[in-house]
């Protein structure tokens, strides 16, 4: 492998939180980079690798092999079958995968897993929250009508396997959003909700908080990644790993509002727990009045490929 400017292919299902956790490692390793939506044909698409074997007609991908690249990074189940592929045909070729492949790491050169998914290896790399693409420093310009003084964000998530998320906590969450509002009055909260968000969810959003809030139904440009660089607190459903993982990059306070799970996941157990002992996050639930702290900016895509770099160069060496 080339160390200055591989050729790296990102290969996901095509979503938005996958591309983002390729792009977070790829942009660290090289500018030379091709990304590819992953496509496989039933069963294949259905069920989870391990279970059938892996041959070149399960891809509806057409791909450009004459161009082999020397890095691959792959996120989600449906790439795992293409990274593997790609690793037993090509063997020189490097391939990453980021999160529980749920098979055996000794197909990938790397694994990513967050820890707290309790996933360990000798090729496994462990990542403090999800793995992303932002950065700490951006120059966004404004493009919004939104005071960035003082502003609150509040990420609204959804309902997913873990979390319920009903009509009685959007109206608790909507009244300890009004109360911020009342005693902040010089703040601005801006609303955002996320492809999960339901129309209930919106509907009462927009009922409770039209008046007090900028609220993005995901019409027009979404405003995310402008808030994640010019608020100066957070509030986020604990729903999703991912937001408040990026949410992180901002060294600014986060509040997490707690929604109550239909099962036990001790996955999302841990996560919150430890960006909790990290001092990243603290709950609103039983939030009094704001309050203002600091913490060290997760740059983990930056340490990670930094890992990645120094393992091929000591294999190089080596062999």
Known sequence: MKIDNPKIWSLTDGSQGMISQTKGIANELSMNIEEFKTEIIFPWNRLQPGILPIFSWIFKNKLPLSEIPDVVISCGRKSVYLSVYLKKKYPNIINIHIQNPKISSKYFSFVIVPNHDAVYGENIINSIGAIHHFKKSNNLKN?????????????????????????????????????????????????????????????????????????????GKNPYEFALYNSSYFIITSDSTSMISEASISGKPIYVYQLPMKRKSKRFIRFHEEFKKMNITRDFNTLDKLENWAYPILEESERIAGIIKKRIIERKNES
């Not at 009509?167 to 009244?175: A, F, I």
């Not at 801006?190 to 908080?209: F, P, W």
């Open 143 to 219: 493009h919004y009508e939104i005071n960035t003084k003082n502003l609150i964000t509040c990420i609204i998530g959804g309902e997913n396997n873990h979390y319920n998320f009903s009509k009685k906590n959007t109206l608790d969450l909507c009244e300890r959003i009004k109360k911020i509002k009342i005693y902040n009055n010089n703040k601005e909260i801006l609303v955002i909700t996320s492809r999960r968000t339901n129309q209930e969810i919106k509907h009462i959003l927009k009922k409770e908080l039209n008046s007090l809030c900028t609220i993005w139904f995901g019409e």
